[in-house]
């Protein structure tokens, strides 16, 4: 008799419940709903951290999984932010110069609103036309759809190149940083048509919400966070429990083996690739309004190296390790870099943390890779394992070289 | 008996170097064929033509009966089609349990949607244990294939290949590594198999070759030089020269 998927996985119903909690917990210290123990930018902080979490799941699918060491998912999650930032900023300019307009002795004609609304956005670049890639962008529906479309296609293309080439490995990774490179380098031009370095700001302002304050506003965006990535886990760990799971991390393992099992490896790295390419647009479409600003330098191939980084500190092919590395990691970083960190005053010379810290996290990421492969997420073994010490000892077979089997892990 | 496979003239050369040269070969839909030869004569290779990992320089590959090219096949394509192999070295999934193994080897669609939504149902459960049982693992389903001995290995890959259905079974040294015992066993294993289809079995071991009771092609220097009963290669000056006097 087959179990149900959550009676099988126990460890998604244990983070559920954990996410759960969390969210609760925040709601209830917030400025915004509760006592006001945790700051407004704190809670943003939070929101945040919930939705890189997910990314850090989806670059765990793709290369804790399925070992394709992507390092161009940060691509996605910025495209998936300046898709929902066109229609933040185009909608709230458009409430702004109606508003402006609707004392004139004239009223105003559609195409002057838009007129008027182009030299808002555009004036930073030296223009006031709209691009066509602004096209849909007075449109909400459409624009939630581009969220998942647009990084969701270029990955398929990309990816259907790449893989159709059998690019394997570290040129896979350098191919894929390069795509981040010229998208980043593309938007940082004037005429990307996306305000150049300037990027889309004050995504903080919902449109036709003004009326909330931003305290409120945060929790309602650590919410959807914390519902984004309760769903993302619960795809992901739907995807990699059964068949498809088997599939990819027999690809990870031995491609051409599974090619010999009749698999078409590139479909399913394909299929894979961009679906995880979605679900980083739709983290980045949570992640910028509530880091209000969304500009190139996001996009940079740093970031999504750093994704990188987080998994393997976490642990890499399980997904609660994606999210303690990402979580992790993050949160650390915002200390470290915030200036919160004491400075250490050796006499001779002062460790800044502010400058340290990348050094500090690039040395844990060497430790992590040499000396523990399973990363944070390999504790829950150590902990596991003395709870149910579960040793066979049993000698495996007539062979003179069989091996004891080895505590059997899940 | 109308042929399954048919490789004719074929050549390969790595650099210069000849590794296939010219070679034909013929199997029925349900053969048994051993193959062997000295090392580098290039049965590995062959295998690796068939299956679509190594492009052969000329000649012509026809599958089945309406006589399709593998040539213009993926890998993955001609494994659909039904051609099963087994590597030489031992290639299981080690981090996955013997029945992940299994499951993911059994024939069923492969597309990867399909794959998606995929739930092994209780017949699945039932043909993974029946071949679980056959190839004497059944205690070791739960267990991750990477610990097994590397005989159990080499039996866990020969359950992959027949649960995969294929029409052909390619064999490299399946008894590299096993007892005697188990090589009975395994030599069950292919006869039984080679009762419903093609079966080619590469081997150093003449005493495994023996029991397996089937004709032989003996390979030399990328091309056929001899084919026929066991005894009667065993025979063949040339045959002793290059691969038994030796
Ligand atoms: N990819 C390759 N590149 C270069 N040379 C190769 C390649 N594959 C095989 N060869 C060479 O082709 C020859 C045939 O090799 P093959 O592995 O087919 O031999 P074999 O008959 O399987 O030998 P063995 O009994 O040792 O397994 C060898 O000399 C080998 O070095
Ligand atoms: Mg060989």
Known sequence: MRKSFLAQNPSVLIFLGILGMFTLAVTVASEGLGLGLISTSFVKTLGKTLVLA???????????YAGILSLGHFAFFGLGGYMIGMWLMYERTRQIVVDSMANAPIPPTDQEIVDAI??????????SEFPAIWTFADSLIIQLVLIVAIPGVLALVFGWLAFRSRVTGVYLSILTQAMTLALSLYLFQNDSGLRGNNGLSGLQNIPHLDHVPQSVLSVWFLWA???ALALGYLFSAWIVSGKFGSVIRGIRDNEARVRFLGYSVEGYKLLLFTTTAMMSGIAGALYYPQAGIVNPAEIAPIASIYLAVWVAIGGRGRLYGAVIGAIFVSLVSTWFTGGQAPDVNLGFYTISWVDWWTILLGLSFVAVTLFAPKGMGGLFDLWAGRRAPERHGADLGPDQGALREKEANE | MSTLLEVSGVSVSFDGFKAINNLSFAIGQAELRAIIGPNGAGKTTFMDIITGKTRPDSGTVLWGEKSRSLLKMTEAQIARAGVGRKFQKPTVFEDQTVQENLLMALENDRNPFAVLFWRPGQTDFERVEEIATEIGLVDALKRKSGELSHGQKQWLEIGMLLAQEPRLLLV????????????????????????????????????????????VTVLHEGSVLAEGSLDHVTANKEVIDVYLGR
């Open chain 1, 118 to 127: 182009g030299t808002q956005i555009f004036g930073v670049v030296g223009s």
């Open chain 1, 225 to 227: 966070s914390a519902l």
């Open chain 2, 172 to 215: 490299d040294e399946p008894a590299a590594g096993m007892t005697p015992a188990e090589r009975e066993h395994t030599t069950r294993l292919l006869v039984e198999a080679a009762k419903t289809r093609a079966v080619v079995v590469v081997e150093h071991d003449m005493e495994f070759i023996r029991r397996l009771d089937c004709r």
């Open chain 1, 54 to 64: 997910l990314i850090a799941v989806a670059m765990d699918l793709v290369w804790g």
